[in-house]
C-alpha cells in the first residue's frame, strides 16, 4: 500500500507554536490533507509525552492511532554545535531510556519541546544506535542550525557512528537535485517533512513522503528508509528550494542577491554596509562532488509543489491564502476529492477543472509539469513564485464573475 507521511512537526511544547498543536486537532487535520501517519515530535517531553499516551490507542509498540490517524513516536534535538538530529523511536521505552541517557546533559528538556543536548552528534548517535532508535540530521543544509552549517561532512558530525545514519531530511530549502550533487548522500534515504508548528493545512504537510509498506506502522516505515523487503520511498513532495528565504547568497539588510564569487571578493559585506547570508544554494555548490546531480537508482522523484490555499491565493490573485475566498475553493475541492494531497498530486486535471476555477487548475497542472517561474529568495527574504499561464491573466474584475458562478456550489 502507499501511505503519506510527514514525519517532522513540533508540538505546542516547543517555542513559537500554535496552541493547536494537539494530537487531537493534527489527528483530525490529518485525513484533509491526505497524511496517514503523522511522526509525534517532541516525545521527550513530558507533558507532551503524556497527551501522547493518554489520546491515542496503540496498534504496535511503536505505532499509535486516533481518529485513524497513526502516530510513530519522535523528537528534534540540538546537539552541542547548533546542529538539529531527527530522532524515531520503536517504542515508549526506547524513550524512557533514551530520555534517561541525555538527562544530565540537557538542560531545557522539560521545558522545550525540542531539547539542547550538550553531547556532540557521535555521542547522541552511539546512544541511538544501542537503542535500535534511528537518527539523522534535520534540514541538513540551512545556514544556521543544520549539519552543514557547521560541518563539511556527515563523518565531521557523526564520526565512527556514521554508519548508523540512514536518512537525511532535505528541509524546505534543498531537494533532491541540490542533495545529490554531494557523493556521500547517495546511500541515504531522503526525507521531506514539513517542520510545522501549526495544524494549518498551508504549513502541516506542506512538504511530505509517499512510501510503499505493508502496513502503516512506524516498523514499516522504518522498512522503507532501509529500503528492505520492497518497502520504499516512492516521492518526495515538497517547495521548490528556491522559494526558501535563504537560497541565494543575500544581504540580510537590503536583500541583494550575489554570485558566491562576488560574495567572495566582497568579503561577505553588501554595498550597502550589510552581511552578506551565504545561500543554500552557494553552499551546495561549495559542497558538491559531481556538476549536475547524480540520482541513486533507489532515488524517487522530486514534486515541486506548495500548499493548495496558497495556490489558490496565487491563481485568483489574492494576497492571502487565508481569505473567505480562498477557504471556500479549498473546502470544495477537499469534500470533492477527500483531501488535498490527492488534488495536488493525484486527481485527473480534468476532473479538478469540474470543479475548480480554470486559473486554479491550470496553476495545479503548471506545478505538476514543473512549469512555475521561481524568484529566488534570499537573506531571509522567501522567493516568489510565478505562474506563467496566469500571468497575463491575473486580472480581477474578470475573477469576480467567474468567483461568484463557482462559490455558488
Ligand atoms: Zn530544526
Ligand atoms: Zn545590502
Known amino acids: 500500500m502507499l501511505i503519506n507521511i510527514d514525519l517532522h512537526i513540533h508540538s505546542r511544547f516547543s517555542g513559537a507554536t500554535s496552541q493547536k498543536m494537539n494530537i487531537k486537532t493534527i489527528s483530525m ?20 509525552l503524556k497527551e501522547i499516551k493518554e489520546s491515542t490507542r496503540s496498534v ?11 502516530f510513530v513516536l519522535s523528537t528534534e534535538v540540538e546537539d552541542k554545535n547548533r546542529v538539529h538530529h531527527l530522532l524515531y523511536f520503536p ?43 534511528l537518527i539523522g540530521p534535520s534540514h541538513a543544509f540551512t545556514p544556521w542550525t543544520a549539519l552543514y552549517a557547521h560541518h563539511n561532512s556527515l563523518k565531521s558530525c557523526y564520526g565512527d557512528l556514521v554508519d548508523h545514519v540512514s536518512f537525511l531530511e532535505l528541509g524546505l ?18 526525507l521531506t517533512n514539513s517542520d510545522s508548528h501549526s495544524p494549518h493545512p498551508v504549513r502541516f504537510a506542506r512538504e511530505f513522503n509517499r512510501v510503499e509498506v505493508k502496513d502503516a506502522t512506524f516498523n514499516e516505515i522504518k522498512k522503507a528508509v532501509f529500503r528492505e523487503g ?15 528565504k535563504y537560497n541565494e547568497s543575500s544581504c540580510i539588510s537590503c536583500y541583494k542577491h550575489y554570485s558566491l ?55 485568483i490573485g489574492q494576497s492571502s491564502p487565508f481569505t473567505k475566498r480562498v477557504t471556500e475553493i479549498w473546502n470544495r475541492l477537499i469534500k470533492e476529492f477527500k483531501n488535498e494531497i490527492s488534488v495536488l498530486v493525484d486527481v485527473d486535471i480534468e476532473d479538478i477543472a469540474r ?16 512549469k512555475v517561474i521561481v524568484h529566488p529568495g534570499g537573506g531571509g527574504k522567501y522567493g516568489v513564485i510565478e505562474l506563467p499561464y496566469l500571468s497575463e491573466k491575473i ?14 456550489y
Open 355 to 370: 470543479v475548480a476555477p480554470p486559473a486554479v487548475t491550470e496553476a495545479v497542472q503548471a506545478f505538476r509539469e514543473g
Open 60 to 70: 504496535d509498540e511503536g505505532t499509535l492511532e486516533l481518529n485513524k490517524t497513526r
Open 173 to 190: 530549502s534543498a531537494d533532491s537535485n541540490y542533495a545529490d550533487r554531494i557523493k556521500e548522500l547517495s546511500r541515504l534515504t531522503f
Open 91 to 133: 517504542s515508549f521505552s526506547s524513550v524512557e531510556e533514551f530520555k534517561g541517557k541525555i538527562e544530565s546533559k540537557s538542560r531545557n528538556l522539560e521545558t522545550d519541546g525540542r531539547p539542547n543536548v550538550n553531547m556532540d552528534g557521535e555521542e547522541i548517535a552511539q546512544i541511538a544506535k544501542d537503542l535500535d532508535i
Open 395 to 408: 486580472d480581477l474584475p474578470l475573477y469576480v464573475d467567474k468567483q461568484k458562478t463557482l462559490l455558488d
Open 29 to 48: 487535520e490529518a485525513p484533509k490533507k491526505g497524511i496517514d501517519v503523522v511522526a509525534t515530535g517532541d516525545c521527550l517531553h513530558s507533558g507532551w
Open 230 to 244: 520492497g518497502n520504499k520511498f516512492v516521492l518526495n513532495v515538497g517547495l521548490p528550494p528556491e522559494e526558501g
Open 261 to 315: 564569487k562576488e560574495a567572495v571578493a566582497r568579503n561577505w559585506r553588501c554595498t550597502c554596509g550589510g552581511r552578506i547570508k551565504k545561500g543554500v544554494k552557494d553552499r551546495i555548490e561549495e559542497l558538491s562532488d559531481y556538476e549536475k546531480p547524480v540520482h541513486p537508482s533507489h532515488r524517487p522523484p522530486y514534486l515541486h509543489i506548495i500548499p493548495l490555499s496558497e495556490i489558490i491565493a496565487k491563481a
